[in-house]
């Protein structure tokens, strides 16, 4: 009974990451494939993706390199410019707007050093340690008030790094890990399960 009870285990360990991992990629897929209602494809695409299935991707991929190829020439950007110029003038959008641009800019930017590193910092008291990871160096108001080097930390939450919190540290209490940043990560979203090699 214990073997099979090990073996049934194995097989769930197996299957459902696998199963999640389909229904979470059917999920995306599905949710950019209706981005465009099939009433406002021109009636060729409309009846083509009755055909073929994806022709909605298809179309908001086109879309966003379209646009991406806009806004990286003078014009684009001078027009990229007043659209967000006038957002910023809703009440109550422009701080979401703001907010959502700045977290985009720094992650999605090819010269992003968004998580430069991952550290071992004693958090939330001494005597317990967590992964955290450095968003960069502090130089500023701050660090001349404290006297000290300051660090900026990025420490997620488990299983969802996407919420965590923002603190500064010293410098001298922060230990920095020879691994890597991604296996950092795999570390806290599988909450210590994964451990890196």
């Keep these: 009974m ?14 459902i990451p696998l199963g999640l991992s389909v229904v979470v990629v059917k999920f995306f897929l599905e949710l950019l494939d209706n981005l465009v209602p099939a009433e406002y494809l021109p009636k060729t695409l409309f009846d083509l993706s009755n055909v073929i299935p994806g022709v909605g991707i298809i179309l908001v991929l086109l879309v966003i390199l ?22 910023n003038k809703i009440p109550g959008f422009r701080n979401i707007y703001s907010a959502l641009k700045q977290l985009s800019d720094t992650i999605l930017s090819p010269s992003s050093n968004s998580f430069k590193k991952a550290l071992l910092i ?25 006297g ?3 660090v900026n930390i990025y420490v997620p939450t488990t299983p969802n790094p996407t919420s965590g919190f923002f603190i500064m540290l010293p410098k001298n209490e922060v ?23």
């Design 148 to 150: 000290q080097d300051i």
């Design 175 to 197: 230990i920095e890990l020879d691994m890597h940043v991604d296996e950092a990560f795999k570390l806290v979203i599988s909450t210590g399960v994964v451990t890196p090699k």
């Design 2 to 15: 214990k073997r099979l009870r090990n073996y049934f285990i194995a097989g769930l360990l197996f299957w």
């Design 66 to 87: 379209f646009t991406g190829t806009l806004v990286n020439n003078f014009i684009g950007r001078k027009l990229l410019q007043l659209w967000e110029n006038l957002l």
């Design 122 to 146: 004693e958090y939330p008291r001494k005597g317990l340690w967590t992964i955290a990871f450095q968003t960069g160096d502090y130089h500023g108001e701050i660090e001349e008030k404290i």
